[in-house]
């Protein structure tokens, strides 16, 4: 383990042709043993972010350490120290799970012994180990990506990059993966750059999180800090007639912000708090609109990244990052 396995980022940037700024001067700090979760919508900026990390790709501008070492000057020290589970694995549907391990085992230049030891300790650590002599083409795409989570473990690293880990993975998957990245950074004290789209994955796993939009940081913190610099409760409600939606706005506009909803639903920040809840219900009355589903909710992550971009996180559709 590296005696510091932290990252320090500096006016990092990547540009793609003569104008896309995929990564526009970002300055971030991740301690060591800390898991930091990086936010974003798709195209934001957080594979580039992390491909000039693990140095495949090189930064157009700024300065990144990993574990001590400058990524663009230092790169075979910087491959050292890290693991990575990328979004596009680079499995082979022809090898087996064990067969797998011992191949990454030898590129690391691991002895024969200490392969099959480690080997059958990690997939044991992600549950594979009834599937280890299996061909991987039969695997799940869940174990897929947690024969992923293996593979970046196998040499010890003492900074671990994972890229939208659990992006497709069913909740059983989810929740044992996240259980071993939580367990890496508490006993092993591994440093973990987790990027996602997932709002709970974020609040579960991180010490601090980063939301990155169009480039650049816009709000950085622990969770329950950026939460609670919201401050108001959000209302959300649903219309019992559909198309009664923009009437339903137009009087929830009257107590608070726009807040994020879901699309059938409208919410709105609430100037004064859950006290202005009678009020609602009294001026939805006085309109004649029937709501199905009345819901208070407590500030989250979307409500920090809709203060700070003017949209919501979760479901945002947009292109992919440009590739290089």
């Excluded at 700024?21 to 898991?35: C, F, K, M, N």
């Excluded at 950085?220 to 950026?226: F, I, K, N, Q, V």
């Amino acid at each position: 383990m590296a005696t510091d396995n932290g990252i320090e980022v500096e006016g990092l940037v990547r540009v793609f042709g003569d104008e896309i700024r995929a990564v526009d001067g970002v300055d971030l700090s991740v301690a060591p043993g800390e898991i930091y979760g990086f936010l974003g919508p798709n195209g934001a900026g957080k594979s580039t972010m992390v491909l000039m990390l693990v140095t495949l790709l090189p930064p157009t501008a700024g300065r990144a350490t990993v574990a001590g070492f400058d990524v663009a000057k230092q790169g075979p020290e910087v491959r050292g120290q890290i693991g990575a589970a990328l979004q596009e694995s680079a499995l082979d549907d022809f090898l087996t799970g064990n067969e797998h391990m011992d191949l990454q085992g030898g590129l690391h230049g691991l002895s024969k012994n200490e392969r099959r030891t480690r080997g059958a300790e990690l997939m044991e650590r992600v549950g594979l180990s009834d599937a280890a002599g299996r061909k991987v083409g039969g695997y799940s795409g869940g174990m897929k990506r947690r024969l992923d989570l293996a593979l970046a473990l196998l040499h010890r690293p003492s900074v671990l990059f994972l890229d939208e880990p659990t992006t497709g993975l069913d909740p059983q998957s989810r929740s044992a993966l996240w259980a071993e990245v939580e367990r890496l950074s508490r006993e092993d004290g591994v440093t973990v750059f987790l990027t996602t789209q997932y709002l709970e994955e974020a609040d579960v796993l991180a010490d601090r999180v980063g939301i990155i939009d169009h480039g650049k940081l816009v709000a950085e913190g622990t969770p329950t800090a950026l939460k609670a610099g919201i401050g108001q409760v959000s209302l959300e409600a649903t219309p019992a007639n559909p198309n009664d939606r923009e009437k339903l706005a137009a009087v929830l506009a009257r107590f608070g912000e726009p807040a994020a909803a879901s699309p059938k639903s409208v919410a709105v920040r609430l100037v004064s708090g859950a006290e202005q809840l009678a009020e609602v219900v009294r001026a939805l009355d006085a309109e004649g609109i029937q709501v199905g589903d009345l819901q208070l909710h407590q500030p989250s992550l979307d409500d920090v990244f809709l203060q700070q971009t003017g949209r919501s996180l979760e479901g945002e559709e947009e292109e992919a990052e440009p590739a290089s």
